[in-house]
């Protein structure tokens, strides 16, 4: 069996890490067939975390990778159609949730284990874990550990401190030079010193602060949670092992990577899709606890009159999803049931009442360009399948929510009777070419509530408008 492979010299140099441990997955994939395909892996320009499969005409594919991470999921993505269909399928994915961790605490066990641990987190598209380590001890040696086999399957490491000293954050830094974060307690009384300190480290360390930024924090350390609300990014704590619990891990990793992930064969379609909510008003939960999202209300403030999901909301929508895995023949299920039902006791405490939703959701869609020219105006066109009675008695608004890209960007909101058409036009002097434009649509009836298009439901990300700058210079 012979592999043919194409890289950018950086990722030949290399001799371990993602991109060897996806051709070793569908090496071993090819060998289990007894098949000899010829593959040319290549990395693109796409995104971060996308890949794409393009089988050829006589066997074989060529498979691209927007990064190594990316290229690897590729591989990893063959490798399981080998094993399944025994052959490959022209496929591409994206990563619609930016974040995808667990949280662990760390154990002295065999590094075979840890491999494997790791490697199981790549298999389900994993890309961040959360390892604590209470207390911290020098020379570090575990942690070192950990975060070089985290690195060779393209998991970011980051490096649970609790009360950590700025000291301990500057010698671990140094001592092991691929953690990618660390996550300091905030009440700590070292907390703003020790994120000094990873500010100096000479390199890019993100700080994870549990959501919320911590009063005097150094600002040129980023945040790990990214900008981006919607699906949720998560960090979620298994019940053990992805070996002794394989179905918890392939929901919570597989779906928030893309929504719209198959089951296995001879699933159960309905239980699969339970559990894919589960984790979707889980990882919502979590926005609620802090400052809420774009389609989620924080837990402390009323939403109407809105769209939002309340914190009530969601424990009604976990308690429903939980309901249909009670019975499941999967043990995994039944624990993700047991701990949706745990979580929605938890949200009922401290929310409100459930809002009236007694007006059902009309089909709704719109339209707006792929992109936009600088200095041009822009429209968007929404599109509103009701009975005309309905609008503007029963359904009454409608909502065009929208920001530029930009980090320091704030949200506009432009609101407009409902009807069965009805257009908003951002102006040409807000256009300036140099952001992106990222954009959904909020529907109001008459109970103060609403819904969102597109479908918080479907997890998928929020439509963008790509910008294109003005040209300068000679033609």
Partial sequence: MRLLTSLIACALAASAGPLEFGLNELNAAFAERKLKFRVKTELSLEAPESFRIEPYKYGGAYISGGDLRGLMYGLLEAAEQVRV????????GSAATPLRGVRVAADHLPEDYWRGYFQDLARHRFNRAHVDFVPLEAPYELPCLLSRIAADYGIDFT???GNARASEVAHVLAACPLIHGIAIDRASENAAAAMEAAGQAGRLVAIDWDG??????????????????????????????????????WVWG?????????????ADAAEYAAAREIALWTAAAEQARWNGSEFIAPATVSAGPSAKLTSAELGVRLHEAAGKLESSASADFRLMAT???SRAQELAATAGTVRATEVVRPQMSYLAPGSVAANQPLTLRFHIAAPPAMLGKVIQVVRLHYRFLDPS????????????????????????G?????????????????????????????????AIPSRTGPN
């Fill in 85 to 92: 269909n025994g052959r490959l399928a022209r496929t591409r």
């Fill in 159 to 161: 490096l649970g401190m």
């Fill in 212 to 249: 919320a930024p911590l009063a005097g924090a150094v600002s040129e350390v980023p945040a790990v949670r990214p900008r981006v609300a919607w699906p949720p990014s998560f960090e979620v704590t298994p019940p053990g092992a992805p070996t002794d619990h394989p179905l918890f891990f």
């Fill in 254 to 266: 597989r779906f928030p990577y893309d929504a719209k992930t198959k089951p296995p064969k001879a």
């Fill in 339 to 341: 701990l949706a039902h």
């Fill in 409 to 432: 960007a704030t949200e506009t909101v432009l609101e407009a009777p409902a009807g069965m058409d009805v257009n908003f036009t951002i102006p040409a002097s807000e256009i300036s």
């Fill in 434 to 466: 140099v952001w992106d434009l990222q954009y959904y649509f909020e529907v109001l009836h008459r109970e103060g509530s609403g819904w969102f298009e597109p479908d918080p439901r479907s997890a998928e990300p929020l439509p963008i408008v790509r």
